[in-house]
């Protein structure tokens, strides 16, 4: 039984996480971290999931690493870090993740709600990368992922001063995708998340490719990558069930094949 | 924590909070700002607490900031008033504004500088008929703060904002009310008393709706028609969620008097 989350299933297809450190605004320690990578890890084997949400608290997503734990380390312990390994687990998942993120999204909590696919933050949400203000810096592709997100200037600036931005900022620069009411923000991810969970399941994790792909390859390769997975789409039984479903007017039935 | 400059207590859900320097005519120092700032703490950890009243004591409501705290003498290096309105009157104003329940604000007196702009940041303004509004910045160099040149365009239009605030003219309780700034003028003796009434009675409605009625006005003075819309489509989704609505119904259909209790 994990200790630092609970995992509900509200929807059929649709995994709820809900990061539960309340003691400490949901810091990320090792033992949350490591939940959480088990927990995706299941989730991406079992077909019945199709889509997970990940959230935390309304005070806090995540308020960051957890600076106890993190001060314990010397240069060989971060040399060593399992933490390493959860992080690479979670960037790995196959599946869409969707991240609702209410109250404090900073240091570890900003970078864990990056690597989810979707963003959907209440109005009071906070983003930021605070490292450096303890002289040191992001170190879970805060500086990576912010960048793409955002673009340079911005970035930069909350890299570089540590100070947040609110949700709706977030919303201009492109970091979250829909902002809303604090108390209805699981909710509208929820109901990303079922929707999502209609679609084919294959045509959704290769269209999550490659528009992951679009971030860290040239277009040719992206859109070499494009077709390919286009291509592989075309054997598959529920491209003909969603085409002949379309032709007849009815939804579709898809079944992962 | 033991106030110095305010007076503050809960009774019977309502929050009574008191700025108390009339010899400055209530004046904001820092004192007082983190006076104030604490009493807010209080009460929103406070379930019990379903209004706020804000007044002041003495002849004055609130004069603004105390200039003798900011005294620049000649040569001195100029101050960063940026700074004093990034760390008190901003947090002071989005408070008031983001409270989940009512504020009213009773105006007793001369309501000046920021002082004159802290009520625009409440819900439901009454003013003594002797109070008046002075937009004093232009005199002394200064723009409005506190919010004030946001709300003031919006409450009595472009026009009269500007006139009130680069004249710096005083303007009355009765014009204030009659262009639309406040809500009530009521003569000076039943001030307070009305206020309290006013304040007894939101203490007994359905407060997180009342909350929900004040997010969703403030929010459209910023939004579009359409996403008002979905704000309200939102807003009137977690209302219909709370046990006061359901009350509501309930009392509607069996012709009783609802018993809300605020969530």
Same mark, same amino acid.
């Not at chain 1, 060593?80 to 959860?86: E, G, I, M, V, Y």
């Not at chain 1, 990368?129 to 673009?151: D, F, K, S, W």
């Not at chain 2, 503050?8 to 700025?19: H, K, N």
């Given at each position: 039984?994990?200790?630092?989350?609970?995992?509900?299933?509200?929807?059929?297809?649709?995994?709820?996480?809900?990061?539960?450190?309340?003691?400490?605004?949901?810091?990320?320690?090792?033992?949350?971290?490591?939940?959480?990578?088990?927990?995706?890890?299941?989730?991406?084997?079992?077909?019945?999931?199709?889509?997970?949400?990940?959230?935390?608290?309304?005070?806090?997503?995540?308020?960051?690493?957890?600076?106890?734990?993190?001060?314990?380390?010397?240069?060989?312990?971060?040399?060593?870090?399992?933490?390493?390994?959860?992080?690479?687990?979670?960037?790995?998942?196959?599946? *869409?993740?969707?991240?609702?993120?209410?109250?404090?999204?900073?240091?570890?909590?900003?970078?864990?709600?990056?690597?989810?696919?979707?963003?959907?933050?209440?109005?009071?949400?906070?983003?930021?990368?605070?490292?450096?203000?303890?002289?040191?810096?992001?170190?879970?592709?805060?500086?990576?992922?912010?960048?793409?997100?955002?673009?340079?200037?911005?970035?930069?600036?909350?890299?570089?001063?540590?100070?947040?931005?609110?949700?709706?900022?977030?919303?201009?620069?492109?970091?979250?995708?829909?902002?809303?009411? *604090?108390?209805?923000?699981?909710?509208?991810?929820?109901?990303?998340?079922?929707?999502?969970?209609?679609?084919?399941?294959?045509?959704?994790?290769?269209?999550?490719?490659?528009?992951?792909?679009?971030?860290?390859?040239?277009?040719?390769?992206?859109?070499?990558?494009?077709?390919?997975?286009?291509?592989?789409?075309?054997?598959?039984?529920?491209?003909?069930?969603?085409?002949?479903?379309?032709?007849?007017?009815?939804? *579709?039935?898809?079944?992962?094949? | 924590?033991?106030?110095?400059?305010?007076?503050?207590?809960?009774?019977?859900?309502?929050?009574?909070?008191?700025?108390?320097?009339? @010899?400055?005519?209530?004046?904001?120092?820092?004192?007082?700002?983190?006076? #104030?700032?604490?009493?807010?703490? $209080?009460?929103? $950890?406070?379930?019990?607490?379903?209004?706020?009243?804000?007044?002041?004591?003495?002849?004055?409501?609130?004069?603004? $900031?105390?200039?003798?705290?900011?005294? #620049?003498?000649?040569?001195?290096?100029?101050?960063?008033?940026?700074?004093?309105?990034?760390?008190?009157?901003?947090?002071?104003?989005?408070?008031?504004?983001?409270?989940?329940?009512?504020?009213?604000?009773?105006?007793?007196?001369?309501?000046?500088?920021?002082?004159?702009?802290?009520?625009?940041?409440?819900?439901?303004?009454?003013?003594?008929?002797?109070?008046?509004?002075?937009?004093?910045?232009?005199?002394?160099?200064?723009?409005?703060?506190?919010?004030?040149?946001?709300?003031?365009?919006?409450?009595?239009?472009?026009?009269?904002?500007?006139?009130?605030?680069?004249?710096?003219?005083?303007?009355?309780?009765?014009?204030?009310?009659?262009?639309?700034?406040?809500?009530?003028?009521?003569?000076?003796?039943?001030? /307070?008393?009305?206020?309290?009434?006013?304040?007894?009675?939101?203490?007994?409605?359905?407060?997180?709706?009342?909350?929900?009625?004040?997010?969703?006005?403030?929010?459209?003075?910023?939004?579009?028609?359409?996403?008002?819309?979905?704000? @309200?489509?939102?807003?009137?989704?977690?209302?219909?969620?709370?046990?006061?609505? /359901?009350?509501? #119904?309930?009392?509607?259909?069996?012709?009783?008097?609802?018993?809300?209790?605020?969530?």
């Amino acid at each position: 039984m994990p200790h630092t989350l609970s995992v509900d299933a509200p929807d059929q297809g649709v995994r709820l996480i809900t990061l539960q450190r309340p003691e400490a605004l949901n810091a990320l320690n090792t033992q949350l971290l490591s939940e959480l990578a088990a927990e995706l890890d299941a989730a991406e084997r079992d077909d019945a999931i199709r889509v997970v949400v990940i959230t935390g608290s309304r005070k806090a997503f995540a308020a960051g690493a957890d600076i106890k734990e993190m001060a314990e380390r010397d240069l060989v312990g971060i040399l060593n870090d399992p933490r390493l390994a959860h992080w690479q687990r979670i960037s790995r998942f196959v599946k *869409p993740l969707i991240a609702a993120v209410n109250g404090f999204a900073l240091g570890g909590g900003c970078e864990l709600a990056m690597h989810a696919d979707i963003l959907i933050a209440g109005e009071d949400a906070r983003f930021g990368q605070p490292e450096i203000n303890l002289g040191i810096m992001p170190g879970a592709g805060g500086t990576q992922r912010l960048l793409r997100a955002v673009g340079k200037s911005l970035a930069m600036q909350m890299v570089l001063s540590g100070e947040a931005i609110d949700a709706r900022h977030a919303l201009r620069a492109g970091l979250v995708s829909e902002v809303t009411q *604090p108390e209805l923000t699981v909710e509208r991810a929820l109901a990303i998340a079922r929707v999502i969970a209609q679609k084919a399941p294959l045509a959704v994790r290769l269209a999550k490719e490659a528009l992951l792909k679009a971030e860290d390859t040239d277009l040719a390769s992206g859109l070499r990558f494009e077709r390919h997975a286009f291509t592989l789409l075309a054997g598959t039984a529920d491209r003909e069930e969603g085409i002949r479903a379309f032709q007849e007017k009815r939804r *579709p039935q898809f079944t992962g094949q | 924590m033991h106030f110095e400059h305010i007076l503050f207590s809960i009774e019977d859900g309502v929050a009574l909070l008191s700025l108390n320097r009339p @010899e400055q005519l209530n004046s904001f120092n820092a004192q007082m700002h983190s006076e #104030v700032r604490e009493a807010l703490k $209080q009460l929103r $950890q406070n379930p019990e607490v379903r209004v706020l009243l804000l007044t002041g004591e003495g002849r004055g409501f609130c004069a603004g $900031q105390d200039l003798a705290d900011r005294n #620049v003498a000649p040569g001195t290096e100029a101050p960063d008033l940026g700074e004093s309105i990034e760390k008190f009157y901003n947090p002071l104003i989005r408070a008031l504004r983001d409270l989940p329940l009512p504020v009213i604000c009773a105006v007793n007196g001369v309501a000046a500088g920021a002082g004159a702009n802290i009520p625009l940041a409440c819900d439901l303004v009454l003013a003594a008929r002797s109070a008046s509004f002075l937009q004093a910045f232009c005199k002394i160099g200064l723009i409005p703060d506190s919010g004030g040149t946001w709300s003031l365009p919006r409450l009595i239009g472009l026009a009269r904002a500007k006139a009130l605030t680069l004249l710096g003219e005083r303007l009355s309780a009765e014009q204030a009310e009659r262009w639309g700034l406040i809500y009530r003028v009521v003569d000076d003796a039943n001030l /307070r008393d009305e206020a309290l009434k006013l304040a007894r009675h939101l203490a007994t409605q359905p407060t997180y709706g009342l909350a929900l009625i004040k997010r969703s006005l403030n929010a459209s003075l910023n939004n579009g028609f359409d996403e008002q819309l979905d704000l @309200e489509r939102d807003l009137q989704r977690l209302a219909g969620r709370s046990e006061d609505y /359901r009350e509501g #119904v309930a009392a509607f259909m069996a012709k009783r008097t609802p018993a809300f209790k605020g969530h």
